[in-house]
């Protein structure tokens, strides 16, 4: 079975510019979680989604965004790039049950120059 | 809100020792404590939920502990093996979304 997958792996974009990061879940989770970490950090919660509709948003600005599609997959979008975006996007899928863990992708690093 | 609080210093531990990581909570009780495991330039990987009515749990050479008095979770590395180096994080949440990370641990077990 494949695990979550993320992608691009590795981004390069200039202050103001805009990105969208891409996620798959793994099959059968309904449920799609971003999270963003700095280095030396732990990862901190960006989105989440579970049936196509946000379920929870933590303390980022607007510029971030997210969809879920019909088939589960996601996107995180970022608006008017800062130089402190740069960071390693992580994406976890779950089952979104009671006492259920989380599957992270690999992750994208983005750094914004 | 919560807050999860876990010792930033490198823990330097000798192959075959255990290894001992703290993770203390500032406000609630969480229902459920996750830990997980990363490695440089990847994603956590899940190893061990503990419930908040659990005293402990154990995964073949893991442990970890849940002491709602003390507001701390420990975990436990025993017979530490060089392959256990990692950064250890500690998360509460229920249900593996919306998951609040602490700010991990890094663990080196030296030969």
């Known amino acids: 079975d494949a695990g979550v997958t993320q992608s691009p792996t590795h981004l390069i974009k200039t202050r103001g510019q805009h990105v969208t990061l891409r996620c798959s879940p793994i099959s059968g989770h309904k449920s799609v979680s971003w999270y963003q970490q700095v280095l030396g950090q732990g990862p901190q919660f960006i989105f989440q989604y579970y049936e196509k509709e946000e379920r929870g948003r933590g303390n980022f600005p607007d510029r971030f965004s997210a969809r879920q599609f019909p088939n589960y997959s996601s996107e995180l979008n970022v608006n008017a790039l800062l130089l402190g975006d740069s960071a390693l996007y992580l994406c976890?899928?779950?089952?979104?049950?009671?006492?259920?863990?989380?599957?992270f992708g690999q992750g994208t690093r983005l750094t914004v120059v | 809100s919560q807050k999860i609080e876990q010792n930033s210093e490198a823990l330097n531990i000798q192959e075959g020792k255990t290894a001992t990581l703290t993770c203390n909570y500032t406000n609630y009780s969480p229902a459920y404590l996750q830990w997980y495991r990363q490695d440089p330039g990847r994603g956590p990987v899940f190893l061990l939920l503990?419930?908040?009515?659990?005293k402990e749990k154990r995964k073949e050479r893991l442990k970890v502990t849940f002491d709602t008095t003390l507001k701390q979770s420990l975990f436990h590395i025993t017979a530490s093996q060089p392959a256990d180096s990692a950064t250890y994080l500690c998360s509460e949440g229920a249900a593996g979304n919306k998951l609040t990370f602490g700010g991990g641990t890094r663990v080196l077990v030296k030969p």
């Open positions: 976890a899928s779950s089952l979104a049950r009671v006492g259920t863990e989380a599957f």
């Open positions: 503990i419930r908040e009515n659990e």
